[in-house]
């Protein structure tokens, strides 16, 4: 189907979906697949474990003013002659650093929840709902509000995978005519 490689970046609260969806495009359209933690995790190791510990060595990079670096990092991973998802931006320099990099061919898809469904998502991470608005609530996840009017497209995922499997199929598809 896909004529030019496509970047498709996706930002959203925790539960929101990103890996599902990042995971179907990777599965049904044979996308490479990138995701932010597992760059932090092979750049800085064995201080970043666990999500909890991610949380917190992202929110040093961000606050470090080295979000830039991890941009570079994550880009480099990728064969620019294939096409990616990219899982988990958390801030406007992500959709920045990767629309810089791979200009027309990147689109950002903002993932949308309620915090009740998000939560019952999540329920094997987090043992009550205070613990999840807690995580929610981190420093590293205060910029993702701003990631949505920067996006191509947004999705409300509350309803069933198929609808958000559709909803993705009208994005790649739509994306896909316009390189033709």
Known sequence: MQTEALFVGFAGRI???????????????GFQYARYSQTLRSWLGPQATTSDRIQEVGWQVMAGGKQPELNARLIAELDRS????????????DHHSLSGAFGPSFHTIFLEAAPEIR?????SRFATFADFRAADCQPVEAQIGNLMPLAAATIANEASLESLYKSLDTCIVAWDKEKR
């Open 15 to 29: 539960g929101a979906g990103k890996t599902t969806a990042a995971q179907y495009l990777r599965s049904k359209y």
């Open 82 to 93: 294939k096409s990616a998802t990219i899982d988990g931006l958390r801030h406007p320099i």
């Open 119 to 123: 939560f019952d998502r999540k329920r």
